[in-house]
């Protein structure tokens, strides 16, 4: 069965241009496709300590037949130090396609 995973970038101050495409140019080369969801970046908020936190997001995905855990968890990890983050949220969704 096929997966859809999606990956959560912030909107930071790196330039994000340049690392989007990056991040597009690596995807579609390993999974034949990649669809960024830039053109109008997402809103967050969740609760930290008692803090409410803010950020904006850009949307990437991929659909792949087979769902390697290992690569996505080393790719999450290195995105996390290439952008900075702490947590970058993956998460895939089992999908048929009609």
Do not use: C
Not at 2 to 16: G, Q
Not at 65 to 90: H, K, S, T
């Amino acid at each position: 069965m096929a997966h859809l995973v999606e990956i959560f970038l912030p909107v930071s101050n790196v330039p994000m241009k340049e690392a989007l495409e990056d991040i597009r140019n690596e995807l579609t080369a390993r999974f034949g496709g990649a669809t960024l969801h830039a053109s109008t970046p997402a809103e967050g908020a969740w609760v930290d300590n008692g803090m409410f936190e803010f950020d904006r997001i850009v949307i990437a995905e991929v659909m792949t037949e087979q769902l390697d855990r290992n690569w996505w968890r080393e790719y999450r990890e290195r995105l996390e130090r290439q952008l900075a983050q702490d947590e970058i949220v993956v998460r895939a969704t089992q999908i048929d396609r009609l």
